[in-house]
């Protein structure tokens, strides 16, 4: 798995960390400003993120723990209520990233082209997802383990699904999730392909 920062493999976080971490991150008394605090400190040492900001509902899943995937935060990143992340299949999530309420980060499918077995008796499709440094991910956005890497500084729209992989600074929508521009100031937008 590539990773931004060159970050090493004791930063990423162990099984017993992410199993008591998915039972923090889960807890409803967000909203108590005492427990809210402990919470927040108690989340970003055991994630190793500092500057972790954290709502309510977060699920910090590994549907299959059997395919070992490691999580690894950056400084400062804000997960929005209602977040998944599936480290199923390894996932990093860079500094200053933004995942919005409800984002979804699935990092493995199951096979289902073999229609004499049922689909939970195929294999399964683990792939690592590195969402890079900056990223904004809006409300709902789901990428997908086909999608890889979302670049540097891109931007996602809300309710989009992404299923390849996002360049460095684009500006991507729909379903699936397209460049229809870029962030910066040589910024320009794709033409639309509406009638």
């Known amino acids: ?16 960390e992410l199993q008591v971490a998915r039972l923090l991150a889960l807890q409803a008394s967000n909203d108590i400003p005492g427990v809210r605090t402990l919470r ?24 299959h723990p059997q395919l070992l995937g490691r999580l690894r935060l950056g400084r400062d990143v804000e997960l929005g209520a209602g977040t998944v992340l599936d480290v199923s299949g390894g996932l990093v999530i860079a500094d200053e990233t933004t995942l919005s309420e409800g984002v979804m980060i699935l990092t493995h499918e199951h096979a289902i082209s073999d229609r004499s077995r049922h689909w939970r008796m195929q294999s399964i499709d683990a792939r690592p997802v590195v969402i890079g440094r900056g990223v904004w991910l809006g409300a709902r956005a789901i990428v997908l383990g086909s999608a890889r890497t979302v670049g540097e500084g891109a931007v ?18 729909g379903n ?3 460049v229809v ?5 040589d910024a320009r937008v794709a033409p639309s392909n509406a009638n």
């Open 1 to 16: 798995m590539t990773d931004p920062g060159g970050w090493t493999g004791e930063e990423a976080v162990g099984r017993r």
């Open 156 to 173: 996602v729209g809300a309710g989009s699904i992404v299923t390849r992989e996002i360049p460095p600074f684009a500006v991507a929508v």
């Open 181 to 185: 521009g870029w962030r910066g100031r």
């Open 40 to 63: 927040a400190r108690w989340l970003c040492s055991l994630l190793r993120a500092p500057g972790l900001k954290v709502g309510s509902g977060v699920r910090l899943d590994c549907s």
């Open 176 to 178: 699936p999730a397209r």
